[in-house]
């Protein structure tokens, strides 16, 4: 018997470690983090670089998981190229590079004190390019001109635009758990997969 209650107290105070660990993880994780810049691709022509910036807002009151589920929302920079024929009388492909910004929201939640599990709504995807922002890379003895760049603008920021949400739709479809999560003074580390991530505090914590 004696045992029995040193064993249902040991389990008890695991337990507890655990939970402590759980809301401190909750409550460090919340602010705003920002990465550092990651090439990625939608497989076909389209390439890109992109800087996240993961905001981890504080546990809604009414949430079933109390203090230890929130909002979140994964802002992106990205500098995106592309290439396209802009003259027919010249078969060398014009490089255009665009600047862009996406959000996705959805919610965080702690499941253990160094795991975090994201449902991110792919519904809330959205990605603008602003063809002002297009600029062309290409050969200076190529054909074009600025009239003709400028015409191809608005349809290279709707092609890009959609090469990038679809390239993201797949991106975040995959994230679904932070492993091995640790928050050490302004770094925040964690792996999704085999990947490590190390994401830096922005402003005062909260």
């Known amino acids: 018997m004696k045992g029995l209650i040193t064993s249902a107290c040991i389990f008890a105070a695991l337990a ?3 939970c402590d660990g759980s809301s401190r993880l909750a409550k460090n994780i919340q602010g705003s983090w920002s990465g550092t810049p990651e090439n990625f691709t939608d497989n076909s022509a389209v390439t890109a670089t992109i800087l996240e910036t993961l905001d981890f807002s504080a546990p809604v009151a009414s949430s079933a998981m109390g203090d230890k589920s929130g909002p979140i929302v994964i802002a992106g920079m990205l500098t995106v190229s592309t290439q396209v024929v802009a003259d027919a009388d010249y078969v060398e492909p014009l490089t ?3 600047t862009a910004k996406s959000s996705i929201s959805g919610t965080w939640t702690v ?3 160094d795991e975090i599990a994201l449902a ?3 519904n809330t ?3 603008e390019v602003d063809p002002s922002d297009v600029v ?5 003895m190529l054909g074009t001109n600025n009239v003709q760049i400028d015409s191809l603008k608005p349809s290279v920021s709707q092609s890009v ?3 990038m949400k679809r390239a993201l739709a797949m991106r975040y479809a995959s994230i679904r758990h932070l492993d091995d999560v640790k928050v050490k003074g302004p770094l925040l580390k964690f792996e999704i997969g085999k990947m490590d991530c190390v994401f830096t505090r922005q402003g005062a914590q909260q």
């Open 16 to 18: 507890l470690v655990s």
């Open 96 to 98: 255009l590079t665009a």
């Open 125 to 127: 995807l959205n990605v």
């Open 120 to 122: 991110l709504d792919i």
């Open 136 to 140: 062309a890379e290409g050969n200076a």
């Open 111 to 113: 499941i253990d004190d």
């Open 161 to 163: 635009s959609g090469a």
